[in-house]
């Protein structure tokens, strides 16, 4: 090892009554700690991309990867159309829990982690490896599928819908759970404008009777 490098590492007690093997164990026992520090950064990252109850990605990585994925279509768009290939569509799913208040009141916070749970796994299930699913915060949820246009990510979204409402909980037969669902798609760069419409569905969903799917060009005619 460089001779300033040992130098400038702090052993504790007089340098010249360090043996030879007195410096390799601490060498080794720094080492160890470096490998220690580089496995809690790996750690930080995992965190900071997946949300820690459900598995699914956070919604700062969706935001970040979709407004990267948008940024990309339609810099390409124009290409894309004259030489036909690739995809040039980007939709978003926006799901929200119904009544999700009522099932933690009713059977307890411990319940409502498991119906998240639950609901992540089966959003997992319906998603290619080119799609994100993230929990977008509390009992929202968003999906974005590359390549689908409105009409092929509603048909999604209807399936998903209809698969969480058919989910049993064995322990609690009782526990009935829906969704209400927003599908959006837009043809300019604008992650945010992308997330407000189908936000603006999904609360058009809601306000409608809940348990259902609303596409934004429905309630913007």
């Known amino acids: 090892m460089d001779k300033k490098i040992i130098d400038g590492i702090n052993f504790g007690g007089n340098e010249k009554d ?16 470096i490998e220690k520090f580089k496995e809690e950064i790996e750690r930080l990252k995992k965190d900071s991309i997946h949300d820690k109850l459900t598995g699914l ?17 339609f810099e390409k768009n124009e ?4 030489e036909g290939f690739g995809f040039t569509k980007i939709s978003i799913l926006f799901i929200d829990l119904d009544n999700f208040k009522k099932v933690n009141d009713t059977y307890g916070h411990g ?7 639950k609901v992540a796994n089966i959003l997992k299930e319906s998603v290619r490896g080119t799609d994100i699913a993230a929990r977008y915060g ?13 009409e092929n990510a509603s ?3 209807e399936e998903i819908r209809k698969v969480i409402e058919k989910t049993i ?4 037969p009782d526990l009935k759970i829906s969704a209400s669902i927003g599908v959006a798609t837009i043809d300019h760069p604008s992650r945010t404008d992308l997330i407000k419409f189908a936000d603006e569905a999904m609360y058009k969903a809601k306000n409608s009777g809940k348990n259902k799917v609303i596409k934004y060009s429905d309630i913007k005619k």
């Open 155 to 157: 048909i999604k979204a």
């Open 111 to 117: 319940i409502g982690d498991e119906v998240l749970k």
């Open 169 to 172: 909980f064995n322990d609690y």
């Open 18 to 33: 360090k043996t030879n093997k007195e410096l390799l164990e601490e060498v080794n026992r720094l080492k160890a700690e």
């Open 79 to 82: 290409k894309h159309r004259k």
């Open 138 to 150: 509390g009992e929202e949820f968003a999906i974005s599928f590359l390549g689908a246009d409105e």
């Open 57 to 73: 990605k956070a919604r700062a990585f969706f935001d970040e990867e979709l407004n990267e994925n948008l940024s990309q279509i």
